[in-house]
Nanobody, 117 residues
Framework: QVQLVESGGGLVQPGESLRLSCAASGSIFSLNTMGWYREAPGKQRELVARIFSAGGRNYADSVKGRFTISRDNAKNTVYLQMNSLKPEDTAVYYC???????????WGQGTQVTVSS
């Protein structure tokens, strides 16, 4: 079984930065995708950014140029650096790990990010 533990959420003012971390533990296949999704009140969960085991990245258009996703494969950890935060970035952010060969999907418990003045 795979466990994902997120950290780094909080309350910030518009224009400020936050860094989210997600550490995966358990039996993890090396060929996987790690990413961040978010869910705002009344909205569906949406992809924010994801990074493949070889290093390729995808970003939602709304965060391009402001957010950066990275990973440390040795630590099975993924990071999301969020700069120039906006009130519309307010949401619960969920870490995700998808194992490509097994097609298994895992989620973290979520961490709240609130951007407000």
């Amino acid at each position: 079984q795979v466990q994902l533990v997120e950290s780094g959420g909080g309350l910030v003012q518009p224009g400020e930065s936050l860094r989210l971390s997600c550490a995966a533990s358990g039996s993890i296949f090396s060929l996987n995708t790690m990413g961040w999704y978010r869910e705002a009140p009344g909205k569906q969960r949406e992809l924010v950014a994801r990074i493949f085991s070889a290093g390729g990245r995808n970003y939602a258009d709304s965060v391009k140029g402001r957010f950066t996703i990275s990973r440390d494969n040795a630590k099975n950890t993924v990071y999301l650096q969020m700069n120039s935060l906006k009130p519309e970035d307010t949401a619960v952010y969920y870490c995700n790990l998808f194992e490509v060969i097994k097609k298994s999907n895992y989620w973290g418990q979520g961490t709240q990010v609130t951007v407000s003045s």
